[in-house]
Nanobody
Framework: QVQLVESGGGLVQAGGSLRLSCAAS????????MGWFRQAPGKEREFVAI??????NYADSVKGRFAISGDNAKNTVYLQMNSLKPEDTAVYYC??????????????????WGQGTLVTVSS
């Protein structure tokens, strides 16, 4: 059974940092495209970052502030978030494109989702 479990969310002041983790089971992260998305209250889920064995990509809104990485030994994907802003407040979701290493920002392109972890940035 494929499962993604996020952790690391919380409350942080503007300008602070958090690191989110996505522990994967039932799949090997370096054989799949792994993405992070977020959904703010009243808004649609949006792309944040993606990583494959070949490269990584970011939404313009987080470039230079967020970094996605993977630890193959732990089968875990991370999202390091620095210089956080109140507008980064959202539920953050990890997602996997099973058996696919291509890049997409579309939520419909992902097969498995975690339950989400809440990030709140206070001003």
């Amino acid at each position: 059974q494929v499962q993604l479990v996020e952790s690391g969310g919380g409350l942080v002041q503007a300008g602070g940092s958090l690191r989110l983790s996505c522990a994967a089971s039932g799949l090997t992260i370096n054989q799949n495209a792994m993405g992070w998305f977020r959904q703010a209250p009243g808004k649609e889920r949006e792309f944040v970052a993606i990583i494959t064995v070949h490269n990584s990509n970011y939404a313009d809104s987080v470039k230079g502030r967020f970094a996605i990485s993977g630890d193959n030994a732990k089968n875990t994907v991370y999202l390091q978030m620095n210089s956080l802003k109140p507008e980064d407040t959202a539920v953050y979701y990890c997602a996997a494109r099973l058996g696919i290493l291509d890049y997409t920002e579309m939520t419909s392109g992902y097969d498995v989702w975690g339950q989400g972890t809440l990030v709140t940035v206070s001003s």
